[in-house]
């Protein structure tokens, strides 16, 4: 999974181009993951959302993937836009009564025009 | 909807300075967060409420660190006395607590300061 650290990943791709961010996670009792968008000053904006009885899930323009075999998930983003740029994060919910979420370091996707 | 408030949205102060940060959550939201986000730590829970009640504060870093949630509408984070290791941006959110949906909504941030 994921730790916290220095070193921000980062995504760099062409305007137009396809984006895929992944994200491992650590709790194999996580039942919902949520992917948020953070741009520069501001604070993270929910994009996706998806539970564990679940493998896919599309939005406008975005599709999450959950494989729990191996605790992975991934963001695409469809014809990536100048205004995709931002750090992305997964989040996921270690399920029972609480709806504490825990947040990976995030990605920097960096979308050249 | 207004979404989460926070303010004020920068803080500059001074080392052993009372700093209170201020939010408003999403009306009907039943859970309210405060976390701390630094480029060495990322994005930490401190302390989540719900229904105005502490559920963890497991996070709080030490007793300089109080949180409070006197009704629905308000919650308060409260750092006596500052330090410079103090300075991050500091997001509340909150979240609807119906069993559909964990999604928290976060407000802009407080950009915080300690010289």
């Known amino acids: 999974g994921e730790s916290v650290g220095l070193h921000l990943p980062t995504l760099s791709v062409q305007e137009g181009d396809n984006s895929i961010i992944n994200c491992a996670y650590s709790n194999s009792a996580s039942d919902y993951f949520i992917w948020y968008k953070q741009e520069s000053g501001k604070g993270p904006q929910f994009i996706i959302d998806?539970?564990?009885?679940?493998d896919k899930r599309q939005g406008q323009r975005v599709t999450v993937l959950l494989n729990k075999t191996v605790k992975h998930l991934s963001l695409q983003i469809a014809a990536t836009q100048p205004g995709d740029s931002a750090v992305y994060f997964c989040a996921e919910n270690y399920g029972g009564a609480t709806n504490k979420l825990i947040f990976g370091t995030g990605t920097l996707l960096a979308v050249q025009p | 909807d207004a979404g989460v408030i926070q303010s004020p949205r920068h803080e500059v102060t001074e080392m052993g300075q009372e700093v209170t940060l201020r939010c408003k959550p999403i009306s009907g939201h039943n859970s309210l967060f405060w976390y701390r986000q630094t480029m060495m730590r990322g994005l930490e829970l401190l302390i989540y409420?719900?229904?105005?009640?502490?559920?963890?504060d497991s996070g709080m870093p030490e007793d300089r660190f109080s949180a409070k949630m006197p009704n629905a509408s308000f919650s308060t984070l409260k750092i006596q006395p500052s330090e410079p290791r103090d300075s991050a941006v500091y997001f509340c959110?909150?979240?609807?607590?119906?069993?559909?949906?964990?999604?928290?909504?976060f407000g802009p941030g407080t950009r915080l300061t300690v010289l």
């Open positions: 959110a909150s979240n609807p607590d119906r069993a559909s949906t964990d999604t928290q909504y």
């Open positions: 998806i539970r564990s009885n679940m």
């Open positions: 409420f719900n229904n105005n009640v502490p559920i963890d």
